[in-house]
């Protein structure tokens, strides 16, 4: 079996011709064909594409060109667009949905070399903490099958903890890149709002989506934001910013960086395994030379109910062009035009998005809309505000990425609301637009990883992915144990 760890390890192993990309592709598909099974990572996979671009990838290596991601296999949410593979967000609506484009984060990572091996699998329509809203399959955890991989980005998470993809793109709208990434026991960066191009990302929510990457260090997580970052003229909402390289960022001293823990995020109801590994990890935050500081968040407790009325009110507009005419699922017989989008859309989405439609047009609809939905937004920028007087004070914000470990399939499947408190230390990192990074710090008792989550001021990626790579340098997290 083939080391197929990090994309750095990948890279030197390919550079010196120990192995090919080929031959790295076959591995990544023979350690699927034995785990998929059990994991139910991957809604599709790509081999005829990662083959032919391995054999591209191997004539530019025999040629000397070799980037830092040329070869490297990765993983594809499956709300991400991909020309001519199915791109079906998990949902039976996009069942046989085939992209004339590719995102511009693919065509970025196709560029430089990377190796599509498929697109994973994920909560329908993103809206989920736990992959298990798939029209398709349940995704489990790899450290643990037992347990969720966290969501909605759990198939990319799985992948890339399972070995099963060398690293992984995700999306994240409330947490769903960091939470899977705490779960899972690998990083997950979720950029500043506009940092990376949305253009071919199936929306959820417009104002807080943001694609990002899943990989096991934080090396290789600035090396992929080398690729996918920067200025991108379909993205109306992506910022015009110069290009950085965040992997010439790691190593600078962060000898007296100021770090903020808030109050309001150590809080009953934070599992007493979780609180002690995060305390370890302030601990040894200031070993690097950090300075720790309490800081307040005061309106933090408004954030769940803050996010769920916008969400939910976005979501409501993006779906609406799902109606069963233009593409996606169209039931097969039906009497009238209304018939024929109720019927699509009540068969064509699953539950939890049907659940989160007619919320979110409730909050929309006239009467409402001033109690609900201007009320959130009016929330949202004090939630903002808060964040940028702590950032007067401190240079990062240290808290828990999530308050429990992963819990068990089916756990919370009947308790929606149980479910939404996963994200409660992620979403005011969306409302706000910020950056912020997961990190594995600990594991519990009984074998599940933990994480803490570093959150930077807007466009501040690199100095945050100093911090954490600083952390991850100078501590030693046991790695979660995975099959072979």
Same mark, same amino acid.
């Given at each position: 079996m083939i080391n197929t760890d990090t994309i750095h390890g990948v890279h030197q192993a390919l550079k010196k011709k120990e192995v090919s990309a080929r031959e790295l592709v076959a591995s990544i598909y023979e350690r699927i064909e034995r785990l998929e099974g059990d994991i139910g990572a991957y809604i599709t996979l790509t081999p005829d594409m990662a083959f032919a671009q391995a054999d591209a990838a191997d004539r530019a290596i025999s040629s000397g060109d070799i980037g830092?991601?040329?070869?490297?296999?990765? +993983?594809? @949410? &499956?709300?991400? /667009?991909?020309?001519?593979?199915?791109?079906? /967000? $998990?949902?039976?609506?996009?069942?046989?949905?085939?992209?004339? *484009? &590719? $995102?511009?984060?693919?065509?970025?990572?196709?560029?430089?070399? $990377?190796? /599509?091996?498929? @697109?994973?699998?994920? &909560?329908?329509?993103?809206?989920?903490?736990?992959?298990e809203n798939s029209s398709y399959k349940i995704t489990r955890n790899p450290v643990n099958t037992a347990y969720v991989p966290g969501g909605s980005s759990g198939g990319s998470a799985a992948s890339v903890s399972a070995g099963m993809a060398v690293a992984a793109l995700g999306s994240d709208t409330g947490g769903s890149i960091r939470q899977p990434a705490s779960y899972c026991g690998i990083v997950g960066l979720k950029p500043t709002y506009g940092r990376v191009s949305r253009y071919g990302l199936v929306a959820f929510a417009s104002s807080l989506d943001q694609i990002g990457p899943l990989c096991k260090n934080v090396t290789d997580t600035a090396t992929m934001m080398d690729i996918i970052s920067g200025h991108d003229t379909r993205d109306a909402t992506c910022a015009k910013r110069p290009p950085e390289s965040y992997t010439s960022g790691?190593?600078?001293?962060?000898?007296?960086?100021?770090?903020?823990?808030?109050?309001?995020?150590?809080?009953?109801?934070? =599992?007493? =395994?979780?609180?002690? +590994?995060?305390?370890?990890?302030?601990?040894d935050i200031k070993k690097t030379g950090c300075v720790v500081k309490e800081v307040s968040l005061p309106h933090t407790p408004y954030t769940i109910s803050t996010y769920y009325v916008l969400a939910t009110a976005e979501a409501s507009s993006n779906l609406a062009r799902y109606d069963g005419v233009r593409y996606g699922y169209r039931v097969p017989l039906a009497n009238s035009l209304l018939e024929m989008y109720t019927k699509s859309r009540m068969i064509g989405f699953g539950p939890e998005?049907?659940?989160?439609?007619?919320?979110?047009? *409730?909050?929309?609809?006239?009467?409402? *809309? &001033?109690a609900y939905y201007k009320k959130a937004q009016q929330m949202r920028t004090l939630i903002t505000q808060d964040f940028m007087d702590v950032f007067k004070q401190v240079d990062v914000v240290l808290t828990p990425t999530a308050p429990t470990t992963a819990f068990k399939i089916g756990e919370k499947s009947d308790n929606p609301l149980q479910m939404y408190l996963s994200d409660i230390f992620t979403i005011s990192v969306n409302l706000a637009g910020l950056p912020a990074i997961s990190i594995p710090c600990g594991m519990s008792k009984e074998g599940l990883p933990i994480g803490f989550q570093l959150i930077g001021r807007p466009?501040? =990626?690199?100095?945050?992915?100093?911090?954490?790579?600083?952390?991850? @340098? @100078?501590?030693?997290?046991?790695s979660p144990t995975i099959k072979n």
């Amino acid at each position: 079996m083939i080391n197929t760890d990090t994309i750095h390890g990948v890279h030197q192993a390919l550079k010196k011709k120990e192995v090919s990309a080929r031959e790295l592709v076959a591995s990544i598909y023979e350690r699927i064909e034995r785990l998929e099974g059990d994991i139910g990572a991957y809604i599709t996979l790509t081999p005829d594409m990662a083959f032919a671009q391995a054999d591209a990838a191997d004539r530019a290596i025999s040629s000397g060109d070799i980037g830092p991601l040329t070869g490297i296999p990765i +993983a594809i @949410k &499956d709300n991400i /667009c991909t020309r001519g593979v199915r791109t079906t /967000c $998990a949902s039976h609506i996009l069942s046989d949905f085939l992209p004339p *484009y &590719d $995102a511009t984060v693919v065509s970025l990572l196709t560029q430089a070399g $990377a190796i /599509c091996i498929g @697109k994973t699998n994920m &909560d329908e329509f993103a809206m989920g903490s736990s992959t298990e809203n798939s029209s398709y399959k349940i995704t489990r955890n790899p450290v643990n099958t037992a347990y969720v991989p966290g969501g909605s980005s759990g198939g990319s998470a799985a992948s890339v903890s399972a070995g099963m993809a060398v690293a992984a793109l995700g999306s994240d709208t409330g947490g769903s890149i960091r939470q899977p990434a705490s779960y899972c026991g690998i990083v997950g960066l979720k950029p500043t709002y506009g940092r990376v191009s949305r253009y071919g990302l199936v929306a959820f929510a417009s104002s807080l989506d943001q694609i990002g990457p899943l990989c096991k260090n934080v090396t290789d997580t600035a090396t992929m934001m080398d690729i996918i970052s920067g200025h991108d003229t379909r993205d109306a909402t992506c910022a015009k910013r110069p290009p950085e390289s965040y992997t010439s960022g790691l190593g600078a001293s962060i000898n007296g960086v100021r770090v903020g823990i808030p109050k309001e995020y150590f809080i009953e109801g934070i =599992e007493g =395994e979780v609180s002690a +590994a995060v305390n370890g990890a302030i601990q040894d935050i200031k070993k690097t030379g950090c300075v720790v500081k309490e800081v307040s968040l005061p309106h933090t407790p408004y954030t769940i109910s803050t996010y769920y009325v916008l969400a939910t009110a976005e979501a409501s507009s993006n779906l609406a062009r799902y109606d069963g005419v233009r593409y996606g699922y169209r039931v097969p017989l039906a009497n009238s035009l209304l018939e024929m989008y109720t019927k699509s859309r009540m068969i064509g989405f699953g539950p939890e998005v049907k659940r989160r439609i007619m919320l979110g047009t *409730y909050v929309l609809s006239s009467g409402y *809309y &001033d109690a609900y939905y201007k009320k959130a937004q009016q929330m949202r920028t004090l939630i903002t505000q808060d964040f940028m007087d702590v950032f007067k004070q401190v240079d990062v914000v240290l808290t828990p990425t999530a308050p429990t470990t992963a819990f068990k399939i089916g756990e919370k499947s009947d308790n929606p609301l149980q479910m939404y408190l996963s994200d409660i230390f992620t979403i005011s990192v969306n409302l706000a637009g910020l950056p912020a990074i997961s990190i594995p710090c600990g594991m519990s008792k009984e074998g599940l990883p933990i994480g803490f989550q570093l959150i930077g001021r807007p466009f501040d =990626e690199t100095h945050l992915l100093n911090i954490a790579y600083q952390y991850e @340098k @100078k501590t030693t997290v046991c790695s979660p144990t995975i099959k072979n």
